[in-house]
């Protein structure tokens, strides 16, 4: 793809990103914070595309290395963001959206 | 080998079939639905889910990129596919595991691997592909920087927060002078590198950016760290999404610049709850004077109160406000303050909780930490609310909080703290600490509040002190 082409798809993912979360309030910033570091836990997909071309061992290790700490990232992060939300049962969330 | 392996890694096509693309595409759609879904209590979980349903896709497809991708059939499926399984034990087993109270670290942790696992990938892109194309070399340069930064950053912030080190500011001989070297020739070796792109160049790149994280963080201490957690956030999000640009993954580059932008945002957001521009947040140890109001703490006198006195002062009171802190969750009182509130209930007395934007150590945290214990939302107070109502209110009880309740915040200009907005528990009637000891909150700056003739001290540990109250309530 044309180097402006991914400028564009970059200047509008910044607009999206603050978008999206430019209402949030307090009480879930940690959760945000930690949904969102799960999210750049993607970063596997490109661990994986370097190791399953890697040439040498040296790539080879470092590529397995990257994946490791990438699914660290994205599996931990989940699954620590779910187990907060938990705590947000739906039925007192709504009790707290009358008391507002 | 296995059979399906073989035949998995046959079947890569030569171009990246369109439904791929499509597959790409959902993903980055459900990563902004994740966003979006996080910033309201109802669609939270929700969007969580959503979030990881994305990844998860995005992880399954990425075998199916076509051969300009992997120069060929996908090498090392195996040891690719044992990798994605230790990770994975290793971050749910992790993410399982760890107390809530210690959740602001492990978020700190998964953060730190995340950009270490950026800086290699663009570490191996630089060692195989030898690419002399300028923007390429940049983003490369970019990511390692920036990744390192992060991952050596986040491990210390981690270390703060688990108190394997102290959680105050450091602040090293020189250390300004040492930073803005350090990261003056970090940025003269990345311009080198890419004038002359050699390998010398990259390892010294990295070590020179693995000691510029430490240094950054070093000097950020007490009740900022999280505000440095939720900024080294960010970052990595832009590490992953130039790691994009390099390994031209239009995906990557949507997600990381989502985490990106809004970490950005969030960070400011969290900066603002506590009353300080970010930048005092980064560089305030560098130019703090020695807190000035630390003097002598051991030798002034102060109250102290049995049990028994509390739950008098509690028991026939007629409106009492409780100031839950760190110290309540480190010592699993949840529960027992929860307790402790329905019995004043059933006595007619008035009670609230006066949730600091920043109670525990995240904003947010102590809400997550008292739905845990079953306390009613209606009950949980945020400062603005609560905070005209102390000058009615006959006892205000802080456990285990320091910082959000001391005044030097308001009145004491030297103050570290200086700027961020307080609970007023100053303004009650009667003020009860109950604290394990004289020691100063995470900030390390000494509490007026707790040498008025007003307050009273309860010491021990929150859990049994509490214990304690309930007991001698239950024979008023």
Known sequence: MDAIALLTIFILSIFVGIEVVSKVSAILHTPLMSGANAIHGVVLVGAILVTGKATDNVQLYLGLVAIVLATINMVGGFVVTDRMLEMFKPKKAEKEEVAK | MTPTLTRLAEQTAVITPTWVRVAELLAAVLFILALKGLSSPKTARRGNLLGAAGAATATAVVFFYGQQYYGGPVKHLPQILVAIAIGSIIGWVAARRVQMTQMPQMVALFNGVGGGAAAVISVIEFLSVHSESIPILTATIFTVVVGSVSFTGSLLTYAKLQELMTSRPVVIPLGRFITIGVAV?????????????????????????????????????????????????????????????????????????????????????????????????????????????????????????????????????????????????????????????????????????????????????????????????????????????????????????????????????????YGMPILNVDQAQQVVFLKRSMRPGFAGIENEVLFDPKTSLLFGDAKDSLTKVVNSLKTL
Do not use: C
């Not at chain 2, 506590?274 to 000035?292: D, E, I």
């Not at chain 2, 102390?390 to 959000?404: E, I, K, Q, R, S």
């Open chain 2, 185 to 417: 020739g970090t940025i003269a070796t990345a311009v080198l590198l890419i004038i002359n792109p050699v390998n010398s160049l990259l390892w010294l790149l990295l070590g020179l950016s693995l000691v510029l994280g430490i240094l950054l963080v070093l000097p950020v201490g007490g009740a900022d760290v999280p505000i440095v957690i939720s900024l080294l956030n960010a970052f990595t999000g832009l590490s992953v999404a130039a790691s994009g640009y390099v390994l031209g993954n239009v995906l990557l580059i949507v997600a990381g610049t989502l985490v990106g932008a809004s970490g950005t945002l969030l960070t400011r957001m969290m900066a603002k709850a506590m009353g300080r521009p970010l930048t005092n947040t980064l560089f305030g140890a560098f130019t703090a004077k020695a807190s000035a109001s630390t003097a002598s703490a051991e030798d002034r006198p102060v109250k102290s109160a049995s049990p028994e006195d509390v739950a008098i002062m509690l028991g026939y009171a007629r409106k009492v406000i409780i100031v839950p802190g760190y110290g309540l969750a480190v010592a699993q009182a949840q529960n027992t303050i929860r307790e402790l509130v329905e019995l004043l209930v059933a006595k007619g007395i008035e009670v609230d909780y006066a949730i600091h934007p920043v109670a525990g150590r995240m904003p947010g945290h102590m809400n997550v930490l008292l739905a845990e214990a079953n306390v009613p939302y209606e009950q949980l107070k945020e400062m603005d609310e609560i905070n005209p109502e102390f000058p009615a209110t006959d006892v205000a009880l802080v456990v285990g909080a320091n910082d959000v309740v001391n005044p030097a915040a308001r009145d004491d200009k030297t103050a570290p703290i």
